[in-house]
């Protein structure tokens, strides 16, 4: 963790359990204009994990008969998904990333198609409806047939997803899964922010925009209503193990559905890799160290990464108040950085337990899956 921060990410805080016993730290600062430190139990915008818990809420209501896996997505929300489009995509195609309807963000923040953080200003107190952004996304250039493989991922499938549970709930999708999914968990820390700062100890989160913004620029002051059900939790590592723990134990949804859920494609994540994708999980094979479940996330300024091993034994959840460190190439590739070799030996310390083990899937940073 120490490398990590050295390397150029102002703090690092985690969280590995093993087999009963755990292990917390941190390394470096959570304001660099004050020098506070981060400490292990910081609360921290955990982006995309939050699809997790929102893939967790639509299974409970498989379990109920309100919601059928493979119904089409317009028997549900037609004034969403209009049309033919609406009887071919599925609930399991927006759980998975198949529906092939795009993500949203690049025309919810237009300055990033020309590497302006102008966007991200805009938006800091920004009150977006999800049916808008899901307008965005709708009407944007399919990035695929509904059903086709490798999926592409997309928030607009996860907003979606939030405006069915409160189709078949009577209630918002917040706070069904505050009810039923956070506090089902036990968890504490854990929920959907009030407003736009972050309640309890946390730190600053420090966004680089692939190096246009230097020194990068605080935005942990946000209004995330720009990501609602795809990304807005803010949670603790603590509280993340907890919670993959007791989701792979069969607490939170039963054994068919966490099977379903286990059920995986490719899928071509926002930073163009190719990942292993369930039903809001993430798969990670590790070679001599084993299979790991979980979800990575990102927001303005915040990564987060969250792995349990298969037995439930070997967990791993990692904070850092940095996002978008990598600079890009006048192709737009994002450039090697040393934080992703100080991350890559993390995970697999913290994963495996020993230096010598190639965690190839687990090396990629968080990638911008907000």
């Known amino acids: 963790m120490d490398d990590v921060h050295r390397a150029g ?80 995509i599925t609930v399991r195609m927006l759980l998975n990333h198949t529906s092939g309807i795009p993500d949203y963000i690049r025309y919810a923040f237009p300055s990033l198609q020309d590497m302006s953080p102008k966007s991200l200003d805009d938006n800091r107190f920004k009150q977006f409806r999800p049916a808008e952004l899901i307008e965005m996304g709708v009407n944007a250039p399919p990035a695929g047939e509904p059903g086709a493989t490798p999926g592409v991922y997309s928030n607009t499938n996860y907003l979606l997803l939030g405006q069915l549970l409160e189709q078949v709930t009577g209630t918002t999708a917040e706070e069904y899964i505050t009810r039923n999914v956070i506090e089902r968990a036990g968890l504490r820390h854990t929920g959907f922010p009030a407003g736009t700062r972050i309640e309890g100890p946390h730190s600053r989160m420090y966004e680089a925009l692939w190096g246009v913004l230097d020194p990068p620029r605080d935005y942990s002051v946000y209004n995330m ?139 990629q940073t968080p990638a911008f899956n907000s």
């Open 9 to 88: 990410v102002p703090g690092v805080y985690a969280e590995v359990r093993d087999a009963g016993r755990t292990w917390r730290g941190a390394s470096g600062v959570a304001d660099v204009r004050t020098g506070r430190p981060v400490t292990p139990g910081m609360r921290q915008r955990v982006g995309s994990i939050t699809k997790t818990f929102t893939a967790a809420a639509i299974m409970q209501q498989v379990e109920q008969g309100r919601v059928l896996l493979d119904a089409p997505i317009g028997d549900y929300l037609p004034e969403l998904v209009p049309g033919e489009r609406g009887r071919k």
């Open 225 to 363: 209503s720009w990501t609602g059900t795809g990304a807005a939790l803010v949670s603790t590592m603590d509280d993340l193990n907890r919670f993959y723990r007791r989701l792979l134990d069969g607490r939170i949804v039963n054994r068919s559905s966490l099977a379903q859920m286990q059920r995986t494609l490719p899928v071509v994540a926002l930073d163009g890799s190719t990942i292993e994708y369930g039903l809001g999980l993430h798969k990670v094979g590790i070679p001599g160290c084993g299979t790991f479940w979980g979800h990575d996330g990102t927001v303005w300024g915040a990564s987060t990464m969250s792995l349990t091993r298969a037995d439930g034994k070997r967990q791993m959840s990692v904070a850092g108040n940095l996002a978008r460190w990598n600079e890009r190439d006048s192709s737009g590739k994002p450039q090697h950085h040393p934080i992703d070799d100080a991350l890559s030996t993390l995970y697999r310390q913290a994963m495996c337990g020993k230096g010598n083990t190639q965690a190839k899937n687990a090396s």
